[in-house]
């Protein structure tokens, strides 16, 4: 009897093991490929390091050129090294797993030069144009000076950006030491059909085409700096109802800041359902009027009283269904923590937006130890987009560091499940930020910091420069750490610093109520502090 009941259990454990081992076959998760870069420029003679980045697979990546004659590759693991042999374009691929990447190498020759040296535009298009091989400062220009209302220009660095605004051509020359390069920019005037629309004076006219929406409750906004970048009265836009022209829509407001460029997008959304910027405009076109684009449309000083004509499409479709407003489950699993890690140390935030939300701390997640798992219960608005952020404390050091965390398809974003219940897998770091490394400690102190403003800047005399950085007790936009004028184009800060600090300076009107200022940074990013460096330079900012 003894020995039949063995038998019985045996033969059930068998099949429990088998369904087992076909389950976690069934669950293989998918291998995932990046490369650190997906484009690159380089000289004759240079080498650049590309990085492959491979989830769920621990085969060795295999690198290839497709024009070994202007560019080879080696590679030891992960990482390959890519030499520029002469001038052409060549494909660089990492294969693993079945995946595939690639990176466009773009080789030139040692000459100083401007890339592209021809440009071909539409009124409307941007484009930039990097120069290579300088001898040492860049002296840019146009040919003819003037060439208001064909283009605008702005120079910084090694690069020039184009926004075509109508038509006509010039010449963008750059000088360094006695070598000059040019470029041919001509610019073509849309011949795009649009209905007219009349002005309002003292206004700002938009009118604009949108894709076809497949449901009827589809709102439309139009919001930008002038208002803070949220959804405020008087933004909505509303149908033309004009049978020849179906899917076109007018917007008229006025930007709070008379004699400033402003800037906005446009977000739709069901009309129940405010403030997702899960579907923000994606392609905007320029079909006619007194506007440019630079990543957002730029409304000049002189939009006001006239008509812009553009087409939009969007990221998503608003009308998909979206979240109601609730309570979320959340369970969240973390792959590949190191067993040295102490994962009461971890602490696990949810970040999310919606319903009028900027990205905001909606909670905190519970680690189970039972059951590896961080969980909890979280309140989120309608139309929820969210993604989590990490913060360990490393054993060697007091500083405590925040990462967001990809998920397994790669995204830093994710959108609410209807049922609000969210299951979800972390697998990847932002590139650089893994947060199991030691991080680095620069410590805080006290010190003077001296900004110096390169060329011949307005006069200052109804502005201030304004020090803002990573300092615990507020916001950047806030400070009211007032740096002081001093030879001219220099300003300088004296204070306190937090560890790890980074900084960055606003020019703004003086006791200015206004949200609109002038950011100045290292080309746009933060000034990190090494320790050691307390004076910068940067480019004289435009008149606020």
């Given amino acids: 009897m003894k020995t039949k009941r063995s038998l019985f259990y045996a033969a059930l454990f068998g099949v429990i093991a088998l369904l087992t081992f076909s389950c976690k076959k069934e669950e293989k998760p998918e291998v995932s490929l990046t490369l650190s870069r997906n484009a690159a420029t380089l000289t004759v003679g240079a080498s650049e390091e590309i990085t492959a980045t491979v989830v769920n697979s621990t085969e060795t990546v295999a690198w290839t050129s497709s024009n070994p004659a202007v560019a080879t590759v080696g590679a030891t693991g992960n990482v390959a090294k890519v030499t520029a042999v002469a001038a052409g374009s060549a494909d660089i691929k990492a294969t693993v797993a079945g995946k595939e990447a690639v990176c466009k190498v773009t080789v030139i020759s040692n000459e100083f030069q401007l890339q592209p040296n021809a440009l071909n535009l539409n009124t409307g298009d941007v484009a930039q144009v990097k120069a290579f091989n300088a001898e040492g400062e860049i002296q840019w220009s146009t040919e003819p ?15 020039a950006d184009v926004a075509a605004l109508g038509e ?26 649009h209905p007219t629309v009349a002005p309002t004076a003292g206004m700002i006219t938009l009118a604009f085409k949108a894709p076809e929406f497949e449901c009827d409750n589809v709102q439309l906004d139009l919001v930008g700096d002038f208002q803070g970048w949220k959804e405020a009265e008087g933004t909505a836009a509303t149908p033309l109802d004009d049978p020849n022209y179906p899917n076109w829509y007018k917007v008229v407001f006025s930007a709070a800041n008379d004699g400033e460029t402003a800037q906005g997008k446009l977000i739709s959304h069901m009309a129940d359902v405010t403030g997702s910027w899960l579907n923000e405009q994606d392609v905007v076109e320029i079909l006619e009027g007194p506007a440019h684009l630079d990543g957002n449309i730029m409304f000049d000083e002189g939009s006001k009283g006239g008509v812009i004509y553009m087409t939009a499409t969007f990221k998503g479709n608003p009308c998909d269904a979206v979240n109601d407003p609730g309570d979320a489950s959340f369970s969240v699993s973390i792959n590949e923590i190191p067993e040295s890690v102490d994962k009461t140390q971890i602490h696990l935030y949810v970040r999310g937006m919606g319903q009028g939300l900027g990205w905001t701390t909606l909670g905190e997640l519970a680690y189970d130890e039972d059951f590896g798992l961080w969980g909890g219960t979280i309140s989120v608005p309608a139309g929820c987009a969210y993604k989590y952020c990490i913060t360990y404390k490393a054993t060697e050091t007091e500083v405590e560091a925040i990462y967001e965390v990809y998920g397994g398809d790669g995204s830093l974003n994710r959108t609410m499940p209807l049922n609000l219940t969210p299951n979800d897998e972390i697998t990847a770091w932002e590139e650089g930020k893994d947060p199991w490394v030691e991080p680095t400690v620069i410590p805080g102190g006290n010190g003077t910091f001296t900004i110096t403003f390169e060329g011949d800047c307005y006069e200052g005399a109804n502005t201030e420069v304004v020090f803002t950085g990573n300092f615990s007790e507020e916001s ?69």
């Fill in 168 to 193: 006509g051509s010039f010449k963008i020359v750059a000088k360094s030491g006695n070598a000059v390069a040019m470029c041919d920019v001509t610019v073509s005037a849309q011949t795009v059909e």
């Fill in 145 to 159: 000076a003037d060439i208001a209302g064909i283009a605008n220009v702005t120079f910084e660095g090694t690069t």
């Fill in 476 to 544: 950047w936009e806030n400070s009211n750490r007032i740096m002081t004028p001093s030879n001219g184009n220099q300003f300088t800060w004296t204070g306190e610093f937090p560890n790890n600090f980074e900084y960055k300076v606003i020019v703004r009107e003086k006791d200015s109520k206004k949200d609109t200022w002038t950011w100045i940074g290292d080309n746009g990013a933060n000034w990190k502090f090494d320790g050691e460096t307390y004076e910068q330079t940067a480019v004289c900012p435009v008149e606020p």
